[in-house]
Nanobody, 115 residues
């Protein structure tokens, strides 16, 4: 069992920044991939960014150049730095960890971007 705890969401104006954190109960080296997803009301959950155990990041086209995923291997924490936020980034952001064939999810954190 892996626990993932997100923090850092909130309300921000368009053009602003937020930094989300996801603390894992397991070493990030034992988690194949850690990722951030988001889900807006009435929309499907979508992958925002992911980082493999080697540290290689991947991003959705909609956030490239604005969002950065990184990690602190000592604290077993993955971050999502979100800059130049847009109203369409408003969603619940969820942390995901893949260990073997199992998927683990955090409880989610709300990000609201006002225009």
């Amino acid at each position: 069992q892996v626990q993932l705890v997100e923090s850092g969401g909130g309300l921000v104006q368009a053009g602003g920044s937020l930094r989300l954190s996801c603390a894992a109960s397991l070493s990030v080296f034992r988690i194949n991939v850690m990722a951030w997803y988001r889900q807006a009301p009435g929309k499907q959950r979508e992958l925002v960014a992911s980082i493999g155990w080697t540290g290689t990041p991947n991003y959705a086209d909609s956030v490239k150049g604005r969002f950065t995923i990184d990690r602190n291997i000592v604290e077993n924490t993955v971050f999502l730095q979100m800059n130049s936020l847009k109203p369409e980034d408003t969603a619940v952001y969820l942390c995901n960890g893949q260990v073997g064939v199992s998927d683990y999810w955090g409880q989610g954190t709300q990000v609201t971007v006002s225009s």
